[in-house]
């Protein structure tokens, strides 16, 4: 079985400033690890995702992500927020290549003030 | 790429009918479509996997006879909730795999059900 935790429910920013939203996952196999932002009223849209090979993952819209098995983590970045990444983000897992079921952790509500 | 179109995106209906949600794979087929529930300010809650020509898996604590899943088709799955009360009242969002390697999923857009 697998688990998320995303730690801080919500996160407020200003822009132009670093953005971190933490994910901790739990995996009884090598994990395939997962963003997604999520709009009001809006389906999902991916972010990035950590499959196998680099570490450091690269995303849309700016926003970069690092596996870090030891640490059983897969933090989000992004150096400099803009008004536009106001939005409810999900660290999401999946079991490696043999799983297909996505587990969301509980959701970080990013604001951004001027 | 790959799109699951989601319809209706909004719908009010009366506690005690049905509601049917429809999710279909426009440029690929989907074998697999997995149903979510998100209540206001929560996360997605797997209720249930449909497979083509198969019967749905349920998660537990779902009740199958309310929230009935049709797989019929590779590009075709619907949600139906039957005899709908305000606690049904929730955004409901499809997802299906991708396939190839991918290791994605597309998500459905979303219905906000709301039951008065």
């Known amino acids: 079985a697998q688990s998320v935790t995303q730690l801080g429910s919500h996160v407020s920013v200003s822009e132009g400033a670093l953005v971190l939203l933490r994910c901790n996952y739990s995996?009884?196999?090598?994990?395939?690890l997962f963003w997604y932002v999520q709009y009001p009223n809006q389906g999902l849209q991916l972010l990035l995702k950590y499959t196998t090979g680099a570490t450091l993952v690269k995303g849309i819209n700016g926003f970069e992500a690092e596996f870090k098995k030891s640490e059983t983590s897969f933090h989000l970045t992004k150096p400099s927020a803009h008004m536009s990444d106001a939005a409810e983000y999900f660290c999401?897992?999946?079991?490696?290549?043999?799983?297909?079921?996505?587990?969301f952790g509980g959701g970080t509500r990013v604001l951004v003030k001027p | 790429g790959a799109v699951v179109s989601q319809h209706p995106s909004r719908v009010i209906c009366k506690s005690g009918t049905s509601v049917k949600i429809e999710c279909r794979s426009l440029?690929?087929?989907?074998?697999?479509m997995f149903w979510y529930r998100q209540f206001p300010k929560q996360s997605l809650m797997l209720m249930a996997t449909s497979n083509e020509g198969s019967k749905a898996t349920y998660e537990q604590g779902v009740e199958k006879d309310k929230f009935l899943i049709n797989h019929a088709s590779l590009t075709l799955s619907t949600l139906t909730v039957t005899s709908a009360h305000p606690e049904d009242s929730s955004f409901y969002i499809c997802?299906?795999?991708?396939?190839?390697?991918?290791?994605?999923?597309?998500f459905g857009s979303g219905t906000r059900l709301t039951v008065v």
């Open positions: 995996s009884s196999v090598p994990p395939y």
């Open positions: 999401a897992v999946r079991a490696g290549a043999a799983g297909n079921k996505l587990t």
């Open positions: 997802s299906a795999p991708r396939t190839g390697g991918a290791y994605g999923y597309t």
């Open positions: 440029d690929f087929q989907a074998t697999t």
